[in-house]
């Protein structure tokens, strides 16, 4: 069982920063690939970015790619996404999420179903 806590959400201008973190409960945190989706209102949930269990390996999807940072410290149990030239499409609620993905050196592709979820996290960019 994981439980996932996400923090750093806000209110942002176009063109500014963020840094989410995603901390992880259980010991076990380093097994689990790590992913980041977003939902808007009236939209469905997307994919945002994932990342392997190591970190060694990370995924994005093409509209933030260039943009996002997917990243994780397993030492703090803790993922994070940092968003960088932020855009008003980019207003959602964040949500991160982690996969048992068999030790693979890859994240799961996009639509690969996580088997936990937090909360979420509300970023909104104003234009």
């Known amino acids: 069982q994981v439980q996932l806590v996400e923090s750093g959400g806000g209110l942002v201008q176009a063109g500014g920063s963020l840094r989410l973190s995603c901390a992880a409960s259980g010991r076990t945190f380093s097994r689990y690939a790590m992913g980041w989706f977003r939902q808007a209102p009236g939209k469905e949930r997307e994919f945002v970015a994932a990342i392997s269990w190591s970190g060694g390996s990370t995924y994005y999807a093409n509209s933030v790619k260039g943009r996002f940072t997917i990243s994780r410290d397993n030492a703090k149990n803790t993922v994070y996404l940092q968003m960088n030239s932020l855009k008003p499409e980019d207003t959602a609620v964040y949500y991160c999420?982690?996969?048992?993905?068999?030790?693979?050196?890859?994240?799961?592709?996009?639509?690969?179903?996580?088997?936990?979820w937090g909360q979420g996290t509300q970023v909104t960019v104003s234009s």
């Open positions: 999420a982690a996969a048992l993905w068999g030790g693979s050196s890859n994240p799961p592709p996009p639509n690969y179903e996580y088997d936990y």
